[in-house]
């Protein structure tokens, strides 16, 4: 391998051959559609991105001798970039393994990288049988979502984790979650692995695993966390970081470093996080900008959301083209009002944050919307109602085949939800530096909503003082909306392109220390 790259330097054909790559890597994706994309997680790491990463990951490894593990290789960004950058830091390449399920990546790679000596495996990486003694790994993973990952795979995948790693995954992991688990067998001792992933993992509740593995399991040495208002990928909507860790047990307390923004070489921020500190906090995204955060952690019984509130998910319907109506649709289609329930648009539709009642609990909106409920089996349904089974029946071929539709008892029974005075919009962005990507919104009427707004039911104490008070829901949404949007994002998650999003779990986590004032005032 190390004459081969000193070849490819000498005559200038990795320059060629990256040239190459990038126009067969453009050919593939455009004959892929954007869902087959998805569903395989095939999203290619650009070579700028894909040269910083190697560069940095080189120097974290003292050996001179490179044996180097590609468990996605795609088209070969990685590998190109390995073989440009080994004559930089004066290392060279004993052995080299890429491994790529799609038949397509994998014959561009051959096409490519066949003549460099790298061993290519045209398989699955989790199915591949470990060759092992592997000291250099670097991986842009499958960003497959768990829904795409059949229930059979993921049966196997648990059970392979767990007897290899003792770790077990939430049935919401991603695939490259399993990924980093399935390649530490593939690790020679204090191999350095360098792994391109959503940088969720670090807030969600199935990243807890992944976490555990990275402080048990290896050496924690980086983080870097790429800045998602400057999304790494044109094609997926995902916030990205560096995961880096040798493959060494360390027993006593370390430091990490968790950078943000910018490069590697160059980050926005850097700081040196303590591995006990990680250990303790749910969100690894508070790192590096959170300053003092040792003494911010569990030092505090301040009064949260979800002492005051059950929060719920707007309830998701299956398909609200079909089943959300406006009352002009309702009329002309001649539908039974029974068999409708008042539904607040969208946020992005809803242009006002308080939303008024008519005389008959609907809200005063120019255009006002209605859920179709129907709870009535189809041959009632049939029998008695006309209007509503020929409208129902024109959905069978088309809404009912719907995944969330076709799982249901009856493919048109919808989520229980009732009415609540407080909502907050489930994502979106900020405007400016003083707006925020949450809307608290004040419901006057008996309006539901979908799962595009998180639903706030207020707990029985909290009843209490409303009924007590006329004035006490503006004085509560006053408060709710006095949260300060970094009080939000802490608890909440962001995307590329910088969108946020906050789960009913993650907002109740959400410090309000005025809405204990208001009780003791109210008392």
């Known amino acids: 391998m190390g004459t081969q790259t000193k070849r490819f330097g000498t005559i200038g054909d990795l320059n ?13 994706d455009k004959s892929k559609s954007i869902e087959n994309r998805r569903r395989f997680g095939q999203f290619a790491t650009p070579y700028e991105l894909a040269q910083e990463i190697i560069s940095y990951g080189l120097t974290l490894q003292y050996e001179k001798e490179i044996s180097f593990l590609e468990p996605a290789m795609g088209t070969g960004a990685f590998y190109s970039a390995l073989l440009s950058e080994c004559g930089k830091r004066y290392k060279s390449i004993k052995s080299a393994t890429g491994i790529e399920l799609d038949d397509d990546f994998y014959s561009a790679a051959h096409e490519l990288w066949g003549d460099t000596g790298i061993n290519l495996i045209n398989g699955d990486f989790t199915e591949t049988e470990c060759l092992g003694n592997i000291n250099f790994l670097v991986s842009n993973p499958p960003y497959v979502r768990h829904h795409y990952i059949g229930q059979e795979k993921k049966s196997i995948l648990a059970t392979m984790t767990k007897d290899e790693m003792g770790l077990s995954f939430s049935g919401l992991a991603g695939l490259y979650c399993y990924f980093i688990l399935c390649a530490h067998k593939w690790l ?10 959503p940088s969720e993992f670090m807030d969600v509740n199935y990243g807890s695993t992944l976490k555990e593995y990275l402080l048990n399991n290896v050496h924690l040495l980086r983080v870097h966390r790429y800045n998602p208002e400057n999304c790494k990928f044109n094609d997926a909507l995902v916030s990205s970081c560096v ?5 060494e047990m360390v027993a006593e307390n370390y430091d990490v470093e968790f950078s ?10 850097s700081r040196n996080i303590n591995k006990s500190i990680l250990e303790r906090h749910r969100k690894w995204t508070h790192f590096p900008e959170k300053e003092n955060i040792n003494v911010q952690l569990y030092s505090s019984n301040t009064p949260t959301l979800g002492d005051f509130f059950t929060i719920k998910r707007g309830l998701a319907t299956g398909d609200n083209d079909f089943f959300i109506l406006s009352k002009g649709q309702i009329d002309d289609l001649d539908l039974d009002m029974q068999f409708f329930t008042p539904i607040l648009p969208s946020p992005r539709h809803l242009k006002c944050d308080e939303v008024f009642s008519d005389k008959d609990g609907h809200p005063c909106l120019d255009t006002q919307y209605f859920l179709l409920r129907c709870t009535l089996p189809e041959d009632e349904v049939k029998a008695h109602f006309p209007a509503v089974w020929k409208y129902l029946n024109g959905g069978k071929d088309t809404t009912a085949q719907k995944y969330l539709c076709k799982n249901r008892k009856v493919w048109y029974f919808q989520e229980s939800r009732s009415a609540t005075p407080f909502l907050c919009s489930y994502m979106g962005r900020r405007k400016n530096e003083d707006s925020r990507p949450f809307r608290f919104i004040l419901n006057h009427t008996d309006a539901i909503a979908t799962n595009s707004y998180l639903m706030l039911y207020p707990k029985v104490f909290l009843r209490e003082v409303i009924t007590q008070s006329p004035d006490a829901l503006h004085k509560i949404w006053e408060i709710l909306t006095n949260i300060t949007a970094s009080d939000l994002e802490c608890e909440g998650r962001i995307y590329g392109g910088g969108l946020k999003k906050i789960e009913p779990k993650e907002l109740s986590y959400v410090k309000c220390p005025r809405l204990a004032e208001l009780l003791v005032y109210a008392s």
């Open 16 to 28: 060629l051959n990256e040239s190459k790559r990038l126009q067969l890597q453009a050919a593939i």
């Open 260 to 269: 943000y923004g910018g490069t590697h070489e160059k980050p926005e921020i």
């Open 243 to 247: 995961v880096w860790f040798k493959n």
């Open 188 to 197: 020679a001792p204090n191999a350095i692995c360098g792994w391109l992933i």
